[in-house]
Each structure stands twice: as C-alpha cells, then as structure tokens.
T-cell receptor
Framework: EAQVTQNPRYLITVTGKKLTVTCSQNMNHEYMSWYRQDPGLGLRQIYYSMNVEVTDKGDVPEGYKVSRKEKRNFPLILESPSPNQTSLYFC??????????FGPGTRLTVL | AQTVTQSQPEMSVQEAETVTLSCTYDTSESDYYLFWYKQPPSRQMILVIRQEAYKQQNATENRFSVNFQKAAKSFSLKISDSQLGDAAMYFCAYPLAQKLVFGQGTRLTINP
C-alpha cells in the first residue's frame, strides 16, 4: 500500500529535550516536505527536500532541522524544543508539482 | 502573491443533499493542478480530487465533482448525496513550486 508514515503519532516532551520525528514514504517520490498546522494559521511549510541531500527552508524553518540521506526518509529534528513548537506536524511526499500525500500527523506538545 | 481563498468558513447540509464549497485562486501559471483535501476529526489530510488546468473537463470522483472555471480562477467542490462521513474541514490547494498553498478551509457539517 502506497503511504507516508510518521512516528511518533503523539509526543509530550519538555523544553530543551532534543527529539526527532521520523517520516518515511514508499512511493519513490523525489519531493518531501514538512508542515505544521496551527489554529488560525493553517498549514505552513517548515522544510522541504527535492531529492537526496537536497533540502531547503520553507516558510517557518526556525528551530527545526532536517536531513535527507535516503530517498524514502525525511526526519524532522527539534534540537531544543520550545513551547511555541507545540503543534500538529505533517510530513508529505509527491512528484514535483503534483498532489502531495500526507502522513497521519504527529501531535507534539512541548511543556 | 499567489493565493487561495475559501470564502465560506462553515457550511452545513442535510444528509443526502448536495453542497458546493467555493474556492478562488490567483496564479500567473498557465498549466497547473488544483486539489481539494479533506481533514476529518482524525486530522489526517486526505486528497479528495484533483484537476489539471489544461483539461477542460471537470474532474469527478464518485460523489465528488468540481466546477473548474479557469478564466475566473474558480474551483468549487460539489458533494452529492452527502453522508455523515463527509463531515470534515475541506481545503482547496494549489502547488506553488516546492509547496502547497492552502485556502483557509471550510468546515462542513452534515445534519442527519
């Protein structure tokens, strides 16, 4: 089954404790992206990757890191999480310019 | 700026009736895709339907269809025979280079 998976689905952590949200897709898509969704602000892009070892900032990259060492994986790293990073996070993948397929979302709470 | 606008924050419809959600967009491209996504209470983002701008024929997926008016830059979603499972937030979206630009969303309620 073609899908995008994210883990964990739910995470409660404390300020400053490094965490990684994993993302994996099995559709051989070159393009992958991370979004965060907040009430009243909609979905905003954090980082994206056009292929292995090619990543770039989206609209709200501050406080986040990403890496793309393999085509299928695109982890999101919060090295020192803060409460303003409490949000719902989505990973997505696609062919260029086409519809994006989204993971199930990760609900992160930073205390 | 290239934007997507959904002017109806909330809509409601009786079960089995038809409802239309509106979307307008602004782009300077001549060839592009447009999408409708559904976000149910589970928060999963689910692709409902896609439209290719160079195709004049409106896309249809079972009970979901679009009314695509390229000149007017309008892309509305029609849901026929509404079902309780259709209750969700609906987002119109347009791919702008490396990202999707989303509208603000329309919350659809289905009344039994």
């Amino acid at each position: 089954e073609a899908q995008v998976t994210q883990n964990p689905r739910y995470l409660i952590t404390v300020t400053g404790k490094k965490l990684t949200v994993t993302c994996s897709q099995n559709m051989n898509h070159e393009y992958m992206s991370w979004y965060r969704q907040d009430p009243g602000l909609g979905l905003r892009q954090i980082y994206y990757s056009m292929n292995v070892e090619v990543t770039d900032k989206g609209d709200v990259p501050e406080g986040y890191k990403v890496s793309r060492k393999e085509k299928r994986n695109f982890p999101l790293i919060l090295e020192s999480p803060s409460p303003n990073q409490t949000s719902l996070y989505f990973c997505a993948s696609s062919l260029w310019g086409r519809e994006q397929f989204f993971g199930p979302g990760t609900r992160l709470t930073v205390l | 700026a290239q934007t997507v606008t959904q002017s109806q924050p909330e809509m409601s419809v009786q079960e089995a009736e038809t409802v239309t959600l509106s979307c307008t967009y602004d782009t300077s491209e001549s060839d592009y895709y447009l999408f409708w996504y559904k976000q149910p209470p589970s928060r999963q983002m689910i692709l409902v339907i896609r439209q290719e701008a160079y195709k004049q024929q409106n896309a249809t997926e079972n009970r979901f269809s679009v009314n695509f008016q390229k000149a007017a830059k309008s892309f509305s979603l029609k849901i026929s025979d509404s079902q309780l499972g259709d209750a969700a937030m609906y987002f119109c979206a347009y791919p702008l280079a490396q990202k999707l630009v989303f509208g603000q969303g329309t919350r659809l309620t289905i009344n039994p």
